[in-house]
């Protein structure tokens, strides 16, 4: 039954991954204000090592320790009435939930388990044969045997568990904002047809189902952030037209304003004006975000549009054998003695391989963390006394790898001030490449089980999908700076930034709406691109925000295959957006009084030598 138009639902969010905080349930359950709380546990590769947990034990496959916390807390659960959503069950959910079953019946809780099948198509590899699936990135036909194989479900299933009776509900791959719009499916009896809704609940879902990044967690202005420790993990007060606020619980560290939120809508999106999802296409660039008191931003002006005729699978493969050794080198010309020993030790695998008939390494890659070498032509760091040298090698055989791990000792006694802390030699391991298909959605037929029982469920029909409505493209107007001054672009904006498989996706806001233009102009894909020339093979695509006053860059084939495939230390860019701050920006003396800057050394540097000149 559809709730009254002045009802709200109220979400937590308790996890953005699997391994998030086991304070964040007790942090949601002690401020009594939940209607619902989710665990969003699986990221591409979590399938992966579920995969290979239940190959191992066939009672694994789900995330264990998601489920143990919530074992834990399930006499507080169902004193409260809060029902529980989360994606834990991985690639086995019926586990799962026997598992929360028997913790249920030993602490004497009497709670409704239901579970969501249907995602897995690993047995069903021979009929998608015949459909002539391209991967997403290189248009490479379908692999022969992944190790993992898993569609993104969307929120209806979780519905109609709901709808059921069901208060803890497990899935295993769905999209994560699915573990917030399914309640509110349910709460509010949002049709097929209600895209605008369903697009802000699943904005809703974007905002929570990272834990803290959207309560000040990862926030380019982390100085205002009053504790980590104890940081709020993230609350939505839900209405029945979509809208709701976002805010924590109240006196738990973090922050939650117009910043925190911002960024963690342009977290990972894309396109923000196609983001697709299985229940809707949602049109985030008219989004408004307001300051609604202390920890509070109302969110409101997505748009919706029918959702796309197919369903994102990923499948994870092995590819070959990776290596990774971090060892740390110190004493003068550390840096140098590092670059050196990098390519050395590098010869020396080469030299190591031909002579025990092995072919070359596929890949390697070499960082000096310290030297800022991952900022590549723009470093400011040559010298230093402390370093550490992070070196990965990529080969089709474990044991060539093996052989090279055993010459890394060698070195310690070639060169002064290398050590390993006491961490002993790397082991070889799987490298695993995500590989993504569109799959026609009328290939899948979840399947619902509450209590262990079956009950009816049919997907609905999707509306026919709509074309893109023309709008009018915002041209980049010239904007001249007549008097200019160079400050870094984290003076006039922050970002987040973060991956899409191999793609890095960096979102841009202005600090002011009067920097908007000055950005447009001068922060081009070109500008992109050059910047981040020694890390990305591929273009630069740039879409615009006007609601938040904000650009969001994908920079296409710039993580070095992403993921647990990239041999980088920073394989998701997560660091890509401070490393984009960084750049210079030609910006109107002017503004040096603006309100809008923001304060860091080089705007006080600056404003600190006119008004020395002023005065002489």
């Known amino acids: 039954m559809r709730r009254s138009e002045e009802s709200v639902v109220v979400l937590g969010g308790a996890a953005g991954a699997w391994g998030d905080s086991s304070f964040a349930l007790p942090q949601l359950l002690d401020s009594e204000r939940c209607d619902y709380i989710f665990f969003e546990a699986l990221a591409e590769i979590t399938m992966a090592i579920l995969t290979r947990a239940r190959q191992r034990d066939p009672a694994l496959g789900y995330a264990t320790d998601v489920i143990s916390m919530i074992g834990r807390e399930l006499p507080r659960i169902a004193k409260q009435g809060v029902r529980i959503v989360t ?55 379908l692999v022969a045997a992944p190790l993992s194989f898993n569609a993104y479900l969307g929120a209806r299933p979780i519905a109609a568990a709901l709808d059921a009776g069901a208060e803890l509900i497990i899935t295993g791959r769905c999209v994560d904002s699915a573990l917030a719009l399914g309640p509110l499916l349910h709460e509010f009896d949002w049709g097929r047809e209600d895209l605008d809704a369903l697009s802000q609940g699943s904005l809703a879902g974007h905002l929570l189902e990272c834990g803290p990044q959207s309560t000040g967690g990862l926030l380019t202005d982390w100085q205002d952030v009053a504790s980590w420790h104890d940081i709020g993990y993230p609350i939505a007060e839900c209405r029945s037209d979509g809208s709701f606020v976002l805010t924590k619980a109240e006196g738990t560290g973090g922050l939650v304003d117009v910043r925190s939120a911002a960024e963690q809508l342009l977290y990972e999106i894309g396109d923000p004006g196609a983001y697709l999802l299985p229940d809707v296409t949602c049109d985030w660039r008219h989004v408004q975000l307001m300051q609604a008191g202390v920890d509070r931003v109302e969110v409101k002006g997505a748009i919706g549009r029918p959702p796309p005729a197919t369903l994102k699978a990923c499948a994870q493969v092995v590819d070959g054998f990776k290596i990774t050794a971090v060892l740390m080198i110190g ?47 723009h470093a400011r760091t040559a010298h230093g006394r402390e370093v550490v040298i992070k070196i990965s090698m990529h080969h089709d055989e474990r044991s060539a790898l093996a052989a090279i791990v055993r010459e890394l000792g060698s070195f ?50 999707p509306l026919a999908s709509a074309a893109r409505p023309n709008e009018p493209v915002c041209q980049a107007e010239p904007f001249p700076v007549d008097d200019p001054v160079e400050l870094p672009l984290v003076a006039i904006a922050h970002a987040r930034s973060g991956d899409k498989g191999a793609d890095a996706n960096i979102g841009v806001r202005a600090r002011h709406a009067d920097f908007l233009p000055l950005l447009r102009h001068q922060l081009t894909t ?35 295959g992403g993921g647990v495939s990239s041999l980088r230390f920073d394989p998701q860019g997560k660091a890509y957006a401070q490393q984009l701050l960084d750049m210079p920006m030609q910006v109107p003396k002017a503004w040096l009084a603006h309100e809008g800057l923001a304060p860091v050394a080089e705007v006080e540097a600056i404003r600190m030598r006119v008004r020395t000149t002023a005065s002489s």
């Not at 069950?89 to 579970?115: K, N, S």
């Open 526 to 560: 070109n500008a992109v691109a050059d910047w981040f020339a020694h890390r990305i093979r591929g273009r630069v695509e740039r879409y615009e925000l006007p609601g938040i006053d904000a650009l969001n860059f994908v920079l296409l084939d710039a993580l070095g």
């Open 87 to 141: 994606n834990a069950g991985g690639v086995h959910p019926r586990a799962a939930a026997d598992a929360l079953r028997a913790m249920a019946a030993e602490a004497g809780v009497a709670l409704r388990v239901a579970w969501v099948e249907g995602d897995s198509l690993m047995d069903r590899l021979h009929e998608l044969s015949g459909l002539n699936l391209a991967e997403m990135s290189d248009g490479h036909p």
């Open 412 to 461: 310690a006694m070639a060169v002064t001030g290398l050590t390993a802390g006491g961490r002993g030699l790397p082991k070889p391991t799987p490298l695993i490449r995500l590989r993504s298909y569109l799959v026609p959605r009328d290939r899948f037929a979840p399947t619902i089980y509450v209590d262990a029982e079956p009950i009816p469920y049919q997907e609905p029909a």
């Open 331 to 377: 004493g003068r010309d550390a840096v140098a003695k590092a670059s050196r020993f990098g390519s050395e030790f590098t010869k020396r695998a080469g030299r190591l391989l031909e002579r025990d008939g092995y072919p070359a390494l596929r890949d390697v890659d070499v960082e000096i963390l310290g030297a800022e070498s991952t900022y590549g032509p």
